[in-house]
């Protein structure tokens, strides 16, 4: 709203009051006009409500006393029609003040709400110098002396195996595969915590070319497994392709990887419509889970199925909701043991 400066209002309503009388004098006694002359008031009604909000009611009723007054003085009573004039002055004048002050109340609840993320931003990008610096602690300080167990471990396999029986060999074959397990942990904390900080870049992407591209990758990996792949052609979205390639990676690697005991496996991608929105999914007809067990998914480190059974280090789907709630999408399964799983995804 376009707001005059203090000094400059009261000299402009000067300006304007006399123009009105002057135009009022002009159609009311040169033209003889007698039912237009006030009109012109309206405009100073309304610029002073407007300025000064409730403050500005005065001129209205200034004006209403003094058109009555005029008519009383000059006319020896007051016509009906300035009697109408004059409060037609106080209810505009009233209605633009209340308008322009709950306006103003707008703008100040605004303004706060601007400051308020103001401050939430200066606070998040702390937490994030924060996260940053803690990120490179875990990169350089948690992995030197894992290198190190790990390193000396494979050393004293090597150089001292003779001076140990079976049992210290196993001793030391456990302690390394352990260390190599916490790297590989805390790889894939880095990794999700690099999805979370990291800028998405917009685009429209190809699930079905990216679905295909992936599973390509999964039958080199392990050319011997007879899978069928049923990948729904031209799944066009908006979002970041390289985030998303992550989650079919995810998607697609679990449902690979939960089949192999399945000589018929079968995985699927398409799209589907649940509640009028396109959901994307994931099919396998796999190890499945219990779905008493569903809200642990998508939970850091969380696993349905022991190491021993599958492999893996259950950070997976937490990085696939974190992508899928970052493109403003729900991610969600359903699945029964033994009978497959299946995977969705809005975005």
């Keep these: 709203m376009f707001e005059l400066q203090e000094k400059y209002k009261i000299p402009m309503m000067a300006i304007l009051l006399a123009a009105c009388v002057i135009l009022s004098y002009y159609f009311h006694a040169i033209v003889e006009i007698e039912n237009v002359f006030t009109h012109f008031f309206y405009i100073p009604i309304i610029l002073a409500t407007l300025w000064w909000k409730r403050k500005g009611l005065i001129v209205p009723v200034f004006l209403a006393i003094m058109l009555n007054i005029s008519t009383i003085y000059f006319v020896k009573g007051a016509l009906f029609n300035d009697l109408i004039r004059s ?10 003040a209340e308008l322009s002050w709950k306006i103003l109340k707008k ?55 003779y001076k140990l029986d079976a049992q210290g060999k196993d001793y030391l074959q ?12 805390i790889d894939d904390l880095l990794d999700l915590s690099r999805i979370t900080r990291s800028k998405i870049h917009r685009g429209t992407v190809n699930l079905s070319v990216l679905a295909q591209a ?41 449902a690979w990887k939960f089949t192999g005991n399945n000589p018929k496996a079968k995985i699927e991608f398409g799209v589907t419509q649940v509640d009028d929105r396109s959901a994307y999914f994931v099919r396998d007809n796999g190890a499945g889970f219990d779905m008493a067990y569903a809200n642990k998914l ?41 009978q497959g799983a299946t995977f969705y995804f809005t975005l």
């Excluded at 456990?174 to 942990?185: F, G, H, P, Y």
């Excluded at 190491?307 to 280090?313: D, I, L, T, W």
Aim: proline letters at 2%; charged letters at 25%.
């Design 87 to 96: 409060l037609m002055f106080i209810v505009i004048g009233s209605i633009v």
């Design 107 to 161: 703008e100040e609840e605004l303004i706060k709400s601007h400051e308020d993320l103001k401050q939430r931003a200066t606070e998040l990008a702390a937490v994030n110098k924060e996260l940053e610096a803690f990120n490179y602690s875990v990169s350089h300080d948690l992995r030197s002396p894992l290198r190190s167990i790990n390193g000396f471990s494979q050393a004293l396999l090597e150089d001292y195996a």
């Design 298 to 338: 998508f939970g850091a480190f969380q696993r349905l199925h022991a190491p021993s059974e599958f492999s893996g280090s259950g950070i997976g789907l937490a990085t696939v909701q974190r992508i899928i709630h970052r493109h403003g999408g729900h991610v969600w399964a359903e699945g029964a043991v033994g």
């Design 214 to 254: 992936v599973t390509a990758e999964l039958a080199k990996m392990e050319p011997e497994r007879q899978v069928e792949f049923v990948i729904a052609g031209r799944l066009m979205v908006k979002g970041d392709e390289r985030l998303l390639k992550i989650v079919l990676e995810n998607l697609l690697g679990n």
């Design 174 to 185: 456990r302690v390394r595969a352990a260390s190599q397990t916490m790297a590989q942990l």
